[in-house]
């Protein structure tokens, strides 16, 4: 549908768990907010939380889960693997020494 390929992930994936506590940041403010402002509607608790999460620590977070997850990329798209087709296969240029 509309040429978008879902990818299926193992449902637990230990490269990308350097980004939860990004997440963990924006559900402890959104409770925060909801808590302290019950009349704001949802959508708005989201934005405002997203608001308060430092921008320095959504990058490293980030930065961590994309090292992580380029660090086991061989073993997520070799056959049988859960991102197996996903990526065209590179072209290697062998040089002398």
């Known amino acids: 549908m509309n040429g978008v390929r879902r990818m ?3 449902p637990y994936c230990p490269h990308l768990s350097s ?10 403010k959104v409770l925060d907010l909801a ?10 608790l989201q934005v405002l939380a997203w608001a308060y ?3 320095a620590a959504i990058r490293g977070h980030l930065h961590e889960a994309r090292r992580q997850s380029l660090r086991h990329l ?8 859960p991102l197996e087709g ?3 296969p590179l072209p290697v240029v062998r040089t002398a020494p």
Do not use: S
């Open 8 to 10: 299926r992930l193992p």
């Open 53 to 55: 999460v430092p921008p």
């Open 86 to 88: 996903v990526f065209r």
């Open 35 to 44: 808590f302290g402002h019950p009349d704001l509607p949802d959508r708005m």
């Open 19 to 28: 980004i939860e506590p990004t997440f963990a940041d924006y559900k402890a």
């Open 74 to 81: 061989p073993e997520l798209t070799e056959p049988n693997g």
